[in-house]
Structure formats: C-alpha cells, structure tokens
C-alpha cells in the first residue's frame, strides 16, 4: 500500500529554472493538498484540490502552478525558482470531510534547494 | 485569521511524561489536531479533539482542552525513546463548504527523549 508518493525527494535548482514536483496518491481521496515546511515554521498551504479538474489557491500561492487532471496525481510546478522557494513541500490527500477525522495522508517531502 | 503557537523544543528522559503545550485564536467552533513528525518522514495524524469536548485518551495519549484559555494540551505518558520526533497542533474550522480540510498548522515542539 504506497500511500501517497513524491517524487524527486531532493532537487537542486538555480535562480530563474522550473520544475515540477510530482504527487501521486493511491487511496481514490478527491482531495488533495501541497503544503510547504520552512526550517522551524509551521506547514503552509500552497495549492489544494477537491477533484479533478478543481484547483484553489491556499495561503501561499504565489510562484506556483497546480493541475488535477486525474483523482491520482497532483503537481506543482515551481516557474522562475527563487531563493525563498527553498523549502521542504509535502502533498497531502484525504477523503471528504464528512468522516471528521481531519486526517491528511501526507507523503515523505521533497526538499528544495534554489541556489 | 487562525494563529497556533507552540513551544519549540522539549527534552524528557526515557519513562517520564511529556506535555506538550499549544494555543489556538480561532473563536469558533473547531477541531483540534496532534500530528507527528519523525526524521526524514512525512506528517501522521496522532490523535484530535473537537473544541466541545474536554479530554481524549488514547492508550499512553491524552489531550487536554481548556476551551476558555483556548489552549490545547498533548501528555505521553511512559515517554520512549521512539517517541522523539516533531509534534505539530493544527487547527481546522469546522465547516468548510467545498468539503476540505484547511489546517492551519503550529511551529511544531521538538521532543527528545534521554536515554
């Protein structure tokens, strides 16, 4: 049971290049989240999505791209990398908030490094 | 908006308890979440608390809420040194209309355990 998956876990990028970070989940959740760690902070939300098709913006969209065309993947894409995108970003799901859990799935992170 | 502080750092030896302490801003009715984080792992839900209730045990958990003082309390009891980790109170309003689950995270309290 893979759970959710990221990948690349680690990546080197230089001031103006673009990447995507791919998020892949296997547990059919509609919802699916990027969250970004800074080095003693708190997660903040990125991007998140209720289904496919559906994106909204979090708290801290700015310098990011997402796109849900399938319930399983969902990627950021990082245009123009900055030196304050160095962070760690980790993609979340979850099922429809009806159970109230309040249970992300989250996967192990990708670490960004802009240089 | 919603704010959660925590401490930052928290050290125990091996068979005591931990507490670990946070407070929240929100004013309305809402869950309250106890994530944990290990070293080089993504988030996993511990235990939550609706901001109704007063006390949650779980096996060597308990979560203590002083709704007036809006401040959340997590105790491990028999602290192990497999217990060392990051531990995150989050904070999630308790109705929103597209279904998702919009946590506002703390700064995360680093526990370590002496052996």
């Known amino acids: 049971n893979a759970g959710v998956t990221q990948t690349p876990k680690f990546r080197i990028l230089k001031i103006g290049q673009s990447m995507t970070l791919q998020c892949t989940q296997d547990?059919?959740?509609?919802?699916m989240y990027w969250y970004r760690q800074d080095p003693g902070m708190g997660l903040k939300l990125i991007y998140y999505s209720v289904g496919a098709g559906i994106t909204d913006k979090g708290e801290v969209p700015n310098g990011y791209n997402v796109s849900r065309s399938t319930t399983e993947d969902f990627p950021l894409r990082l245009e123009l990398a900055a030196p304050s995108q160095t962070s760690v970003y980790f993609c979340?799901?979850?099922?429809?908030?009806?159970?109230?859990?309040?249970?992300?799935?989250f996967g192990e992170g990708s670490r960004l490094t802009v240089l | 908006g919603e704010d959660v502080e925590q401490s930052l750092f928290l050290s125990v030896r091996e068979g005591d308890s931990s507490v670990i302490n946070c407070t929240y801003t929100?004013?309305?009715?809402?869950?309250l979440y106890w994530y944990k984080q290990e070293p080089g792992a993504g988030l996993q839900l511990l235990t939550y608390?609706?901001?109704?209730?007063d006390m949650k045990q779980d096996q060597r958990l308990t979560v203590l809420l002083n709704k007036k003082d809006k401040h959340l309390s997590l105790r491990i009891a028999d602290t192990q040194t497999g217990d060392s980790a990051i531990y995150f109170c989050a904070e999630s309003p308790l109705w929103v209309a597209d279904g998702s689950y919009q946590l506002t995270f703390g700064k995360g309290t680093k526990l370590s355990v002496i052996p």
């Open positions: 547990m059919n959740h509609n919802y």
């Open positions: 979340a799901s979850s099922y429809y908030r009806t159970a109230n859990t309040g249970e992300l799935f």
């Open positions: 608390i609706f901001s109704n209730m």
């Open positions: 929100d004013s309305s009715s809402t869950y």
